[in-house]
Nanobody
Framework: QVQLVESGGGSVQAGGSLRLSCAAS????????MGWYRQAPGSQRELVAA???????NYADSVKGRFTASRDNAKNTLYLQMNSLKPEDTAVYYC??????????????WGQGTQVTVSS
């Protein structure tokens, strides 16, 4: 079992910043990809940023230039720095990690979600 624990959500005014963290724990052997998703009320979950291991980080067009995703491989932790926040960024944010454990078993785990609310 691989568990993800998110932190860092909250309420902020438009133009402000927040930093989300997502710590993965368990018998992780290899991480293939990490990512952030969000889901606003009445909307489908959408990709915010994807960080493949050894690859280039991809961002949704709506957050390019404002959000920065990063990872600390030694700590199995994923971060999302969100700057210049807009009311339309309001959503529940989820982290996602894909990889394999020991003994060998693939996993695709999700965080519990953290609310981000941006007021105008």
């Amino acid at each position: 079992q691989v568990q993800l624990v998110e932190s860092g959500g909250g309420s902020v005014q438009a133009g402000g910043s927040l930093r989300l963290s997502c710590a993965a724990s368990g018998s992780i052997f290899r991480i293939d990809a990490m990512g952030w998703y969000r889901q606003a009320p009445g909307s489908q979950r959408e990709l915010v940023a994807a960080i493949p291991t050894g690859g280039i980080t991809n961002y949704a067009d709506s957050v390019k230039g404002r959000f920065t995703a990063s990872r600390d491989n030694a700590k199995n932790t994923l971060y999302l720095q969100m700057n210049s926040l807009k009311p339309e960024d309001t959503a529940v944010y989820y982290c996602n990690v894909v990889g394999s454990t020991l003994p060998p078993r693939s996993f695709n785990s999700w965080g519990q979600g953290t609310q981000v609310t941006v007021s105008s």
